[in-house]
């Protein structure tokens, strides 16, 4: 990423928090520019060590309060994983995820009109198991584990790998 391309992402990410009712400070920026050149979900304790690689000076509880305030104003959203961390995610809007079982990368589902039709087909199903007990569903939320391209197998892309292929079937 070039120098240029770097300040043009993070004065989108300041205008994006001046939209969102926030003072765009320096670390607000930095994350947010972070959380939009990445497409996966990390944790805070991630993004510091992320960005204190990239030589910006941040302290984890800053990088804390600053996610929270951004989670509260709606420009991100967050979730609890199944590692028990608060994980960040730049898209608010509800969404699916894919997941690795095997290195843990999250990252968001492309689902199309077709799989989104089947998903409330799904709920309308699941609300009316029971006609006593019906539901009334306000939102669907897929997770789809798997294994990343990184971690797939070599031989399942056609293609021979190095032999040193992750096996992960058990
Ligand atoms: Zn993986
Ligand atoms: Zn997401």
Redesign the pocket.
């Known amino acids: 990423m070039s120098k240029a391309e770097n300040m043009e992402i993070r004065a989108e990410a300041a205008a994006a928090l001046r939209e969102g009712g926030l003072r765009p400070t320096r670390t607000r920026c930095l994350i947010l520019a972070l959380l939009r050149q990445g497409s996966d ?1 990390p944790t805070a304790a991630q993004i510091t060590s992320r960005l204190n690689a990239t030589g910006e000076h941040v302290h984890l509880p800053t990088v804390y309060q600053c996610l929270d305030r951004m989670v509260q104003a709606g420009l991100l ?1 967050s979730f609890v994983d199944g590692d028990g961390l608060i994980h960040f ?3 608010p809007r509800p ?1 699916h ?1 894919l997941r690795c079982m095997h290195c843990g990368v ?3 589902a492309l689902i199309t009109a077709a799989g989104a039709g089947l998903l409330e087909a799904l709920s309308r199903t699941a609300s009316k198991l029971e006609p006593t007990q019906s539901w009334a569903i306000t939102n669907a939320k897929v997770e789809l584990q798997g294994l990343c391209p990184s971690c797939r197998p070599r031989n399942h892309t056609g293609a021979e790998g190095d032999g040193r292929a992750n096996q992960t079937s058990d």
């Open positions: 979900h959203s995610d730049v898209n969404h995820h999250i990252v968001d």
